[in-house]
């Protein structure tokens, strides 16, 4: 267990629908990532949240958004969903990027 | 912009021989650096880390990596390979904005018994 859970590991959904992915960081981290793994883009970075506020954001389409609450978990939330939005989505904390990310085990996605 | 390259797709090797994952870099200043494992199924896991010192890491599970500036490299190696470490390897690097770690594409390492 690294410390940093997501929910639901399995989700299969069809397309147009919306779903929300929730991870809960490790105790402590104030910081949240969410990536996107899939065959032909590999680790995709998405968006980082600290401390409830947006930090970063990377490849992250129009149809998807994100919060971090007061308690630190975050959601990732995926609507009009496509075929080709299928795909691992992965949490990750860290106190720091000096230290490196604790990944969680990740949200497999398939949209039929 | 940053970018992390690893040239090999897929590795195979025998169980007890070396190993070595390259992995090379585009980055002005000095480089974070990190190795991550991923075996099927689960999150990655961060093997081992480098941003400044020695340029000779150690990390878990009996790798190490060398940092060598002149080559924009920071290879992973071990110099027995076990059954058990047939996974996905990424190499990364944090991005200059300090705000997110870049992904290399990966190696995948297979073990021959």
């Known amino acids: 267990d690294s410390g940093v859970t997501q929910t639901p590991k399995h989700l299969i959904t069809a397309t147009g629908q919306r779903v929300t992915l929730r991870c809960s960081p490790r105790?402590?981290?104030?910081?949240v990532y969410w990536y996107q793994q899939s065959l032909d883009q590999g680790l995709q970075f998405l968006i980082q949240y600290y401390n409830g506020e947006e930090r970063a954001k990377g490849n992250i389409l129009e149809r998807f958004s994100a919060q971090q609450f007061p308690d630190l978990h975050s959601e990732l939330n995926l609507s009009s969903l496509e075929l080709g939005d299928s795909a691992l989505y992965f949490c990750?904390?860290?106190?720091?990027?000096?230290?490196?990310?604790?990944f969680g085990s990740g949200t497999r996605l398939t949209v039929v | 912009a940053q970018s992390v390259t690893q040239p090999d797709i897929h590795i195979t090797v025998s169980e007890g021989a070396s190993l070595e994952l390259r992995c090379n870099y585009s980055y002005g200043a000095t480089p974070y650096l990190f190795w991550y494992v991923q075996s099927p199924g689960q999150g990655l896991q961060l093997l081992l880390k480098y941003f400044s010192g020695d340029t000779l890491v150690q990390g878990i599970k009996g790798f190490e990596a060398e940092f060598k500036r002149s080559q924009s490299s920071f290879n992973l190696r071990k110099p027995s390979v076990h059954w058990s470490d047939a996974a996905e390897y990424f190499c990364?690097?944090?991005?200059?904005?300090?705000?997110?770690?870049?992904f290399g594409p990966g190696t995948s390492l297979s073990v021959i018994p």
């Open positions: 990750a904390s860290s106190p720091g990027l000096s230290y490196g990310y604790t």
């Open positions: 990364a690097v944090v991005g200059t904005s300090y705000d997110k770690v870049i």
């Open positions: 105790s402590g981290d104030l910081s």
